[in-house]
């Protein structure tokens, strides 16, 4: 079996998973990766709020701006209320600006969104370098990769969204019955699930410096980013709604302190997910004797 081979077909032996397991645990501790999923949550919501102006700048090109507010609502369930009260609530005051005003602020806010999405990117192709002992890319290879990674995620969630206004429009005109709404609600969870699927795929195969031992676009580590990303969700806004009362303490800005939280979970599960791909094709290596690949030359990045 070779290199690439490890990293491609799902391991069956429960011994491999514990043994993965153990040493994504310790691999936690040894890579730091509570501190760079916060650097990554950090330029994350600088991303947000731009992003969210440009996407409402463009939505206004093609459609009415009110409707993408309406198409938010889709996403609710899979999201913190104190984050979506935010972020509608930043929609609906977007959504009323003037159009001339929205569009030659959204030049600026895009530029930006992108910036900031794109620096956390980087961070967490950094993180995913550190978790598989690869060299960081250099120079423009570098920001080249980031900026594409960075429009494909980018390009996911538009697409989702897209499917989210067309497809419960066909669906009205099926004889579907007292089935439509289950349809509806349905494809709402079908979304969202594989947004979060294709999106970590993308991270997990295109982020890390490899060669040719890329992971699989459906692997382990994919499958429990997105398992334990929707129960950190809740869970989180479980908390939140029993719990946890940060306007008291933090006042006017406590829905931004929540969703930083709330985006440095999801950053620190993705490289969780990571771990354990990378964990598992070294579990597999060792089982198989093959040696370990050679780290990508940094000349070829």
């Known amino acids: ?155 996911v969630v538009l697409t989702a969204m897209a499917c989210i206004v067309v497809v419960p429009v066909i669906l009205a005109f099926l004889p579907l019955g007292p089935w439509a709404n289950f349809g509806v609600e349905l494809l709402r969870w079908g979304v969202g699930i594989g947004v979060l699927l294709i999106g970590f795929a993308l991270i997990y195969r295109l982020g890390p410096n490899l060669s040719g031992q890329r992971p699989r676009l459906i692997s382990p580590g994919a499958a429990f980013a997105v398992i334990f990303w929707l129960a950190a969700s809740t869970g989180f806004s479980v908390y939140l709604q029993n719990f946890g009362n940060y306007n008291e303490i933090y006042g006017s800005i406590g829905a931004v302190i929540v969703m930083l939280m709330w985006l440095f979970i999801s950053a620190y599960l993705v490289l969780l997910g990571g771990a354990l791909n990378a964990e598992l094709a070294r579990a597999r290596r060792a089982k198989l004797s093959i040696p370990e690949p050679p780290a990508t030359s940094t000349q070829s990045r």
């Open 1 to 155: 079996m070779t290199q690439s081979e490890t990293n491609n077909v799902p391991p069956k032996d429960p011994a491999l998973w514990w043994r993965a397991i153990r040493h994504v645990v310790r691999l936690n501790d040894e890579k730091h990766l509570g501190l760079i999923a916060a650097g990554v949550a950090f330029y994350a919501i600088l991303a947000v709020f731009p992003g969210i102006a440009a996407t409402i700048a463009l939505w206004g090109i093609v459609g009415d701006p009110a409707l993408a507010l309406q198409q938010m609502e889709e996403f609710q369930a899979l999201i913190p209320a104190d984050v979506y009260a935010l972020l509608s609530a930043q929609l609906l005051k977007l959504a009323t600006t003037d159009g001339l005003t929205l569009g030659w602020a959204s030049l600026l806010s895009f530029g930006f969104a992108l910036w900031s999405a794109r620096a956390g990117v980087a961070a967490l192709m950094q993180g995913l370098n550190a978790i598989y002992d690869a060299p960081n890319r250099s120079g423009l290879s570098h920001y080249i990769r980031a900026f594409l990674l960075t429009l494909s995620l980018i390009g």
